[in-house]
C-alpha cells in the first residue's frame, strides 16, 4: 500500500457514507467512496424534519451538499458496486470497477431497499409525495388528510396505528392473507377503517391518489403510505459471516463495528431507527473509532 492508495472504503454514497467521508478525510485519511447509485435519500421530494432545514429540503440537495462537503476534505467518490469484499490478514481485499484495492478498514453504508407496491404508477407518486414510505419523517404532513397505508402483515397494523396521531381517516389496506392480520377488531377500535383487497393501480388525479381496488372500487386519498418493508443490503457482510439480526439487518458495538474486526457499518442497513439524522450521528462515531483503532495499530496513542 503506497501513500496515494486509500486506506478506508466506504461502501455506500448517502447520508451515512458521506458523512463517514467528511470525517475520515478530516482526520487526513485517505477515503474512497463507492457510490452504487440510486440512494435511497434520492426519493425524499422534500423533507421537514432534517435538522437546520425549517423550510424544507429535498434529498438530492441534501445528498449534492454532502457530497460537495466529503470531496472539498480530500474524499474520493468513484461511482460503481464493490462486487466481493474479503478478509486478508488484518486488511481487506475489495473488487470495485475491475479492480483489487486493499484497504485497512470498511464501512458499509449500503442501505436498505424498499418494497414499493407492485403498481403502475407508484414512483412517479413517489416523486409527488402522494405515495410515502416513511410516517416517522413526514407524518406531520398528514394532519386532518385522508390517509391510506397498504400493508401486509402486523407491520401495516402498526403504521396506520401510529399515523392516528396525526389524523382520524385513516384507511388500511391490507393485501396479504388474512391470517397475517389478526388484531383486526383493536385496529377498529382504535377508528381505523380496515379493507382486505388486493389493489389493481394507483391513479393520480391533481393532488391527490386514487387506489382502485377491491372489484374495481375507488377510493380517493390525500395520501397512501407503503408499509410492505425493506430489505438490507448487507450481501458484502453475510459474505465475511458478519452477525445480522431476524430482519437481515447488521448488528453493531457502540463503536459501530461489526462482528467483524474492522468491519464498520452504519445507516439503515444497521438494526435501528431510520432516520437521516441517526445515520449521520452513526457514521461520525464510526470514522472517529476508525481513526483511533488505526493510530492504534500504528503506535500513535499512550498508554
Known amino acids: 500500500m503506497n501513500d496515494r492508495d486509500p486506506e478506508i472504503l466506504v461502501v455506500g454514497a448517502g447520508p451515512a457514507g458521506l458523512t ?73 481485499v475489495a473488487r470495485l470497477n475491475g479492480r483489487e484495492l486493499r484497504v ?3 464501512l458499509l453504508a ?41 400493508g401486509e402483515d402486523a407491520s401495516g397494523a402498526a403504521e396506520a396505528a401510529f399515523l392516528r396521531t396525526y389524523s382520524d381517516r385513516v384507511t388500511l389496506i391490507h393485501i396479504g392473507p388474512a391470517e397475517a392480520l389478526a388484531a383486526t ?28 381496488s377491491w372489484s374495481g372500487t375507488a377510493r380517493a386519498f390525500d395520501l397512501v403510505y407503503s408499509a410492505l418493508g425493506t430489505s438490507p443490503n448487507a450481501a458484502l457482510a453475510d459474505g465475511l459471516g458478519a452477525r445480522t439480526g431476524e430482519d437481515g439487518r447488521m448488528f453493531v458495538d457502540p463503536h459501530q463495528m461489526t ?14 431507527l431510520n432516520q437521516i439524522a441517526v445515520a449521520s450521528a452513526e457514521a461520525a462515531v464510526a470514522a472517529t473509532a476508525i481513526h483511533n483503532a488505526l493510530r492504534e495499530a500504528d503506535g500513535w496513542t499512550i498508554g
Open 259 to 272: 462482528s467483524v474486526a474492522g468491519l464498520y457499518a452504519a445507516g439503515d442497513v444497521v438494526r435501528g
Open 20 to 92: 463517514a467521508a467528511t470525517y475520515l478525510a478530516r482526520f487526513r485519511r485517505r477515503v474512497l467512496v463507492a457510490d452504487g447509485g440510486a440512494a435511497r435519500a434520492r426519493w425524499i421530494p422534500v423533507s421537514h424534519n432534517m435538522p437546520g432545514f425549517p423550510q424544507g429540503i429535498t434529498g438530492d440537495a441534501i445528498l449534492n451538499r454532502m457530497t460537495e462537503q466529503a470531496v472539498e476534505y480530500g474524499a474520493v467518490i468513484e461511482a460503481g458496486q464493490v462486487e466481493e469484499l474479503a478478509c486478508d490478514g488484518d486488511d481487506f
Open 104 to 106: 485497512r478498514a470498511v
Open 185 to 212: 377488531d383493536d385496529i377498529r377500535r382504535m377508528g381505523i377503517e380496515v379493507i382486505h383487497a388486493p389493489i389493481d393501480n394507483v391513479r393520480l388525479e391533481g393532488d391527490r391518489v386514487t387506489a382502485l
Open 110 to 150: 449500503t442501505g436498505v431497499m424498499d418494497h414499493h407496491p407492485d403498481l403502475p404508477g407508484v414512483e412517479r407518486a413517489i416523486e409527488r409525495s402522494l405515495v410515502r414510505i416513511c410516517p416517522i419523517c413526514d407524518g406531520y404532513e398528514a394532519i386532518d388528510k385522508a390517509v391510506a397505508v397498504i
